[in-house]
């Protein structure tokens, strides 16, 4: 069976760190592309951040800051959140897609498998 299970999120203060993990269980984690997800309140949920085999994509807003990774021996997949801002705050997910191309990473409906969220808030 096919699982995922986000964890690592809580409370930090401005400009804290946080690393995030996304253990899966079923699969092998370098045969696919994994990808992190946030929803904030009362927004859609967007791309953070997705591994594809050797390649890392970023959105915008969190380049320079975020870095995925991946622990093929722990079947995990990372995601280390530095100089977090206020508008990071979200729940966060991460997700299991076929190896996409850099155009595709972001839209939601290739990714088949879904973790539980783990909330991040980011506030003084």
């Known amino acids: 069976e096919v699982q995922l299970q986000a964890s690592g999120g809580g409370l930090v203060q401005p400009g804290g760190s946080l690393r995030l993990s996304c253990a899966a269980s079923?699969?092998?984690?370098?045969?696919?592309?994994i990808g992190w997800f946030r929803q904030a309140p009362g927004k859609e949920r967007e791309g953070v951040s997705f591994?594809?085999?050797?390649?890392?994509f970023y959105a915008d807003a969190v380049k320079g800051r975020f870095t995925i990774s991946r622990d093929n021996a722990k079947n995990t997949v990372y995601l280390q959140m530095n100089s977090l801002k206020p508008e990071d705050t979200a729940v966060y997910y991460c997700?299991?897609?076929?190896?996409?191309?850099?155009?595709?990473?972001?839209?939601?409906?290739?990714?088949?498998?879904w973790s539980q969220g783990t909330q991040v808030t980011v506030s003084s």
């Open positions: 079923g699969f092998a984690v370098d045969d696919y592309g």
């Open positions: 591994i594809n085999v050797g390649r890392k």
């Open positions: 997700a299991r897609a076929p190896r996409l191309p850099f155009s595709l990473w972001r839209a939601q409906s290739y990714y088949t498998y």
